[in-house]
């Protein structure tokens, strides 16, 4: 019966530790929960960018909250879709645009450093 009571305690005193460890030891702020998605022609919903470095050109779409490295591509067109957008540029600035607004950049495009849809 005391061996019973006694590993009881230590499976408990086991998953508190655990449990203690994970909260202190995992990272707090921004959620990395956003996804890089397929641009279905059909959906207007995403987060999609148009933006080009070094000679190559991309399009790129997003969905879910959260913070994601850009690379500092060049950043031509963004249409925000149901997201609320930030990004952050290469120079430290960062630059809000409210859902379903779609802008473009023909003459100066910013270099985006990473990117924040809440």
């Known amino acids: 019966m005391i061996s019973k009571t006694k590993r009881v305690i230590c499976s408990v005193a086991m998953a508190l530790a655990a449990a ?11 959620a990395f929960a956003i996804d890089h998605v397929e ?3 059909g959906r207007n919903d995403f987060l ?20 994601t490295d850009f690379g500092g591509w060049w950043v ?4 925000t879709g149901n997201n609320d957008l930030t990004y952050f540029d290469v ?28």
């Open 48 to 67: 999609k960018i148009w933006s080009h470095l070094d000679g190559r050109d991309s399009v790129d779409c997003y969905a879910n909250g959260g913070r």
């Open 91 to 118: 120079n430290g600035d960062s630059v809000r645009i409210s859902r379903w607004t779609d802008i473009t950049f023909p003459n100066n495009p910013p270099r985006v450093a990473a990117i924040k849809i809440g």
């Open 39 to 41: 641009c279905d022609g």
């Open 20 to 30: 203690a460890t994970a909260t202190v030891g995992l990272p707090g702020g921004d």
């Open 76 to 79: 031509d067109r963004i249409s």
